[in-house]
């Protein structure tokens, strides 16, 4: 006996997934990028300085190839939250889980390791040495020649080296910084300086990489750039992206999702036309008037 609508047999008819759906649980964005599963998971953090709380019992995720902000005032936690998802502090409580494994406390260079990049808030660069050499710094954490090799420059050492700089000249080219690549980086404009962070940054690969106010002190133009260059590495690299910024503008354009903290707490999770609207997040930080 067939059933209405059945294949021959008896079959049931096929499953078509639903549009926008992809069978992993995954989903595809208005302008056609694929959000995948969860890549990291901050499970009820908590995170103290002698007797005051810098962020309160917070949990959220950030999933595979999206751009996540995390937004709030001056004093909100936000650079806390980044310090303890590269290694940098330790919370108290809570649970910190990257790609479905509860990550044990970790120093910044082992969480590196896992594939996790950063840029600062205040540019960390050695101004004396070029751009080339800065952006090289970043592959320190892909490289597995013995000291030895290194020394000689011999067998898996040269072959790293030539390996290592193929990426970053690739990297180099990405950002449109190559007529600079031998210019030491403190003769840089400000602009430029934070480009050479985030190629050095995207040098290690990351699964994720952290952004702390990618923005802060750039004219219009240099926002523009640093924008653009953002949804680039998301959309080509499919890198998934978390950034502090305060430009709302910048944050509303670029993010997928945006979480929001006041006061260590909180206050606020959701898209941005969710966060806009959100009343707690407008009387704290948007000034939004009421209805």
């Known amino acids: 006996m067939t059933g209405s609508g059945a294949g021959p047999a008896g079959d049931a008819p096929p499953t078509v997934p639903q549009r ?7 989903h595809i964005t208005a302008d056609g990028r694929t959000i995948g599963p969860t890549l990291m998971d901050m499970r009820n953090i908590t995170l103290r300085f002698g007797g005051v ?3 309160k019992n917070i949990s959220f995720d950030i999933r595979e190839g999206e751009i996540r902000a995390i937004i709030g005032p001056n004093g909100a936690g936000k650079s806390s939250m980044l310090n303890v998802i590269s290694g940098f502090y330790v919370p108290q409580e809570g649970e910190v889980w990257f790609r479905g494994a509860k990550r044990p ?5 082992q969480v590196a390791r896992l594939g996790i990049a950063r840029t600062f808030q205040n ?3 050695f101004e004396g040495m070029s751009v080339l050499d800065n952006v090289m710094t970043g592959r320190l954490t892909q490289m597995n020649a013995g000291l030895l090799a290194q ?3 011999w067998g898996k050492a040269q072959r790293e080296e030539v390996e290592n700089r193929e990426r970053v000249e690739r990297v180099i080219d990405f950002l449109e910084i ?3 690549r031998k210019t030491p980086v403190g003769r840089l404009p400000y602009g430029l300086k934070k480009r050479v962070e985030l190629a050095r940054a995207l040098a290690a690969e990351p699964k994720l990489l952290l952004l702390d106010e990618p923005m802060a002190g750039m004219n219009v133009e240099e926002k523009e750039d640093m924008s653009r260059f953002i949804l680039d590495v998301n959309d080509e690299f499919g890198t ?3 950034l502090i910024e305060h430009d709302m503008g910048v944050v509303m354009d670029l993010s997928d999702r945006v979480v929001v903290m006041d006061y260590g707490r909180k206050i606020g999770d959701g898209t941005p036309d969710e966060v806009r609207g959100n009343q707690d997040v407008i009387d704290a ?3 939004v008037a009421h209805d």
């Open 105 to 109: 406390p970790m120093k910044p260079f």
């Open 53 to 55: 709380e810098a962020i």
């Open 285 to 287: 930080y948007l000034g």
């Open 20 to 26: 926008g759906v992809l069978p992993d649980g995954a």
């Open 151 to 153: 020394a000689v420059w």
């Open 240 to 242: 998934t992206i978390a």
């Open 123 to 125: 540019i960390a660069l």
């Open 178 to 180: 190559q007529h600079i």
